[in-house]
């Protein structure tokens, strides 16, 4: 087997693609880079749980955890810059000279800023200098300046002189100097910025039930874009604000006894609606051992974990109707749970997990409420499903998929997807339904190399990929051509769906995704991948 060489000229589109594609395509980007720093919260808030008197009470580990909480704006500036420099480590001490920049200017100045500002904005007068914070917005505006320079000079040559400070040594200096500059301008203007934050996020609690209603309806459709992330990040981290603490989840964790209320709603959704969902699929598939497999592993996870993506990617693309009908019973749900004055919040997502750790937290309420709200949505969820499923004869899993031509589903456990590795150093199978045969040039290859290359190809390689990324569950791309892209082949591969925007596309890989994407981009790098015929 031989390794070809890609071409390095890249097939242009024919026509630009519009400011919207591009706005889109930033935002998505953006929404994948914040799951990054979430990411550390579940440890976080296990370790600040733990540590409360009413469990074992350690405070040196409640210190702990809130240690990370506290640092939250410092971690998203980090964690986001390194994602979207591609993970380089090296673009996460500008990140860091960046935020110290910014953050010690943005506070010397915004006190004078305020006194300055006050006779023509008097509400300022019931507002402290300190508490006049951008929390984790200072993270993300630090984060979205450092990636920039970092992408632009990480590469610069300087003057022979000055040849030791060039290259990535350089990124960190101009990072201080934008960041300086920055901190100046948004210290002098975040007062009034602050004050049309709070009269928004007023307007959201003044909305009561609606409120929280909308919000989770919101969420819940903008999962295939990608932009729930973006959603969350202002109800969990900025909204309302607690002994200097902002965020749903951050006052939650700090104790404020009416923060929760807009995280309550999903525990019903995630430990009980969608299992229910899953039972109803199973119960009607022509083909129920199909349907248990992909099925009853994700519906654990969502109970257990509150990771719902599995489940909501079996059936969002073979039956939007259902998505929008799971969409509109998470905002009921949020509705419903705010309206009985239930205060429950999590530090990942809303499973059993979370459920048992903050039960007994000081400033949860009602958390009996959520087993009774949970068992009714279980009970909608599986007749509404069941309904929906039965009378328009909707594809859900385990009831054949026409589009791809194939008997059994293209919707796979991450196990079963992709190439199957033969033992034979000679030869492996390509594909899971189309059983490709493909040459070996006699390296060793897992199953996620040979995938990664059956993926390549079906997206066109190198002239038809003008960026990729991994997400959690997703390939994001933004290709030259979508037309060139081989989607029954991307389902045939293990696709669970293919979401397309213009010139973006979204590949649903599973929680293999990242692990893909890497590999991918490093065959799109060296230009080495397997010749298929």
């Known amino acids: 087997m031989s390794s070809i060489e890609v071409s390095s000229q890249a097939t242009l589109p024919s026509k630009r693609p519009g400011f919207g594609t591009r706005a889109l395509a930033s935002l998505q980007t953006i929404g994948r880079a914040l799951m990054l720093p979430i990411a550390v919260l579940p440890a976080a808030g296990l370790l600040l749980r733990l540590g409360q008197p009413d469990l074992l009470n350690w405070p040196w580990m409640a210190a702990a955890g809130n240690g990370v909480f506290a640092a939250l704006p410092l971690l998203f500036a980090i964690g986001i810059t390194i994602s979207l420099c591609g993970m380089e480590g090296s673009s996460a001490l500008s990140a860091f000279v960046g935020f110290v920049v910014f953050d010690g200017v943005f506070a010397s100045i915004v006190p004078w800023s305020k006194s300055f500002l006050t006779p023509a904005f008097p509400v300022l007068k019931t507002i402290a200098a300190t508490d006049i914070t951008m929390g984790v ?50 210290g002098l203007i975040w007062p009034i910025a602050d004050i049309g934050i709070n009269a928004f996020g007023n307007a959201i609690v003044a909305l009561g039930p609606v409120g929280a209603g909308l919000y989770g309806f919101l969420n819940r459709l903008l999962i295939p874009l990608g932009l729930h992330h973006v959603l969350n990040t202002y109800i969990w981290f900025q909204l309302g604000t607690y002994h200097g603490h902002t965020g749903d989840i951050n006052r939650y964790f700090a104790g404020d006894p009416n923060s929760g209320q807009y995280t309550a709603g999903f525990f019903p959704i995630m430990m009980f609606g969608l299992p229910a969902a899953c039972l109803a699929m199973i119960r009607h598939a022509k083909f129920p051992k199909v349907a248990a497999g992909i099925l009853l592993a994700a519906a654990f996870a969502s109970f257990l974990t509150g990771v719902t993506e599995p489940i909501e990617f079996a059936f969002i693309f073979v039956a939007p109707l259902l998505f929008v009908v799971h969409a509109v019973l998470t905002g009921t749900a949020l509705a419903v749970c705010y309206a009985l004055n239930i205060h429950m919040g999590f530090s990942f997502s809303a499973g059993f997990f979370d459920l048992v750790l903050n039960f007994t937290k000081s400033n949860t309420q009602n958390a009996w409420l959520l087993i009774v709200v949970g068992l009714v949505y279980a009970v909608i969820y599986y007749f509404v499903f069941s309904f929906f499923i039965v009378r328009f004869d909707l594809a859900t899993p385990g009831r054949g998929e026409a589009s791809t031509g194939l008997a059994a589903d293209w919707i796979l456990p991450e196990s079963q997807r992709g190439p199957k590795v033969s033992k034979n150093k000679n030869a492996a199978t390509a594909g899971v339904s189309d059983a490709e045969a493909v040459a070996d040039d006699g390296a060793k290859k897992d199953r996620d190399d040979l995938l990664a290359e059956q993926l390549y190809d079906a997206l066109g390689r190198k002239e038809n990929i003008e960026s990729l990324e991994g997400c959690i569950t997703r390939l994001r791309l933004f290709l030259n051509d979508p037309e060139k892209m081989d989607e029954a082949r991307l389902k045939a591969l293990g696709a669970s769906g293919v979401i397309k925007r213009g010139n973006i596309v979204q590949v649903v890989m599973g929680t293999q995704s990242d692990r893909l994407a890497a590999r991918i981009n490093r065959i799109i790098k060296t230009g080495n991948v397997v010749e298929t015929k």
Do not use: M, N, Q, S
């Open 137 to 186: 917005l200072e993270g993300i505006l630090v984060a979205l300046v450092t990636a920039f320079l970092y992408k632009r000079f990480h590469d610069i040559r300087l003057p022979d002189y000055l040849a030791f400070f060039g290259g990535k040594r350089f990124v960190p200096i101009i990072t201080a100097l934008a960041t300086l500059i920055l901190g100046l301008i948004f």
